[in-house]
T-cell receptor
Framework: AQKVTQAQTEISVVEKEDVTLDCVYE???????LFWYKQPPSGELVFLIR??????QNEISGRYSWNFQKSTSSFNFTITASQVVDSAVYFC????????????FGTGTSLTVIP | GAGVSQSPSNKVTEKGKDVELRCDPI?????LYWYRQSLGQGLEFLIY????????KSGLPSDRFSAERTGGSVSTLTIQRTQQEDSAVYLC??????????????????FGAGSRLTVL
């Protein structure tokens, strides 16, 4: 079965704290992509990152970092020194790397950064 | 266009009426997707187009829902005899390519701002 689980429904942190958003996935595919999308209060989903299943190298982009571990089927997202503008709903997603017909989204984690 | 454009941005209709939602994907994007997002919920897959054909219609919730895409570009999602449970934000996304040979943009979805449908 293809499935993405984001166990954290809502998280609140105080500005400048670090926060990690968890994502656990299930797939029968040997090659796949994992994604994170951000949905700010304005509503439009914004692409953040795509990882290939064969590339477990962690990635850092400014205050954002992603930890991909195939052994635990996890693709966690950490925001360092959070800011109010980080307040949004974050979705983790999975797709087969060989086709484009289906994306599996988690239910999202709503992050609130308190000033 | 520069981004995925959806119209109308807001639609209020009466129960039983038909509605049409339009999506204009990024120029050159061959894959187009419709999702539905109910208030505070995740994304529910509706349908996927590759070019003008829809290889996967598995997510359409009932036969009141249909979608078409013409010229490999604009897509229209039609909901007939709307019900209150159809109230949601309908999101359209497009993708340039998919698969491992598709380059850095493969399987990356660009979403529109959505069409918020309210059925009274």
């Amino acid at each position: 079965a293809q499935k993405v689980t984001q166990a954290q429904t809502e998280i609140s942190v105080v500005e400048k704290e670090d926060v990690t958003l968890d994502c656990v996935y299930e797939t029968r595919d040997t090659t796949y992509y994992l994604f994170w999308y951000k949905q700010p209060p304005s509503g439009e989903l914004v692409f953040l990152i795509r990882r290939n299943s064969f590339d477990e190298q962690n990635e850092i982009s400014g205050r954002y970092s992603w930890n991909f571990q195939k052994s635990t089927s996890s693709f966690n997202f950490t925001i360092t020194a959070s800011q109010v503008v980080d307040s949004a709903v974050y979705f983790c997603a999975l797709s087969d790397a060989n086709t484009g017909n289906q994306f599996y989204f988690g239910t999202g984690t709503s992050l609130t950064v308190i000033p | 266009g520069a981004g995925v454009s959806q119209s109308p941005s807001n639609k209020v209709t009466e129960k039983g009426k038909d509605v049409e939602l339009r999506c204009d994907p990024i120029s050159g994007h061959t894959a187009l997707y419709w999702y539905r997002q109910s208030l505070g919920q995740g994304l529910e897959f509706l349908i996927y187009f590759q070019g003008n054909s829809a290889p996967d219609k598995s997510g359409l919730p009932s036969d009141r829902f249909s979608a078409e895409r013409t010229g490999g570009s604009v897509s229209t999602l039609t909901i007939q005899r709307t019900q209150q449970e159809d109230s949601a934000v309908y999101l359209c996304a497009s993708s340039l390519a998919f698969g491992l040979a598709g380059g850095p943009g493969a399987n990356v979805l660009t979403f529109g701002a959505g069409s918020r449908l309210t059925v009274l």
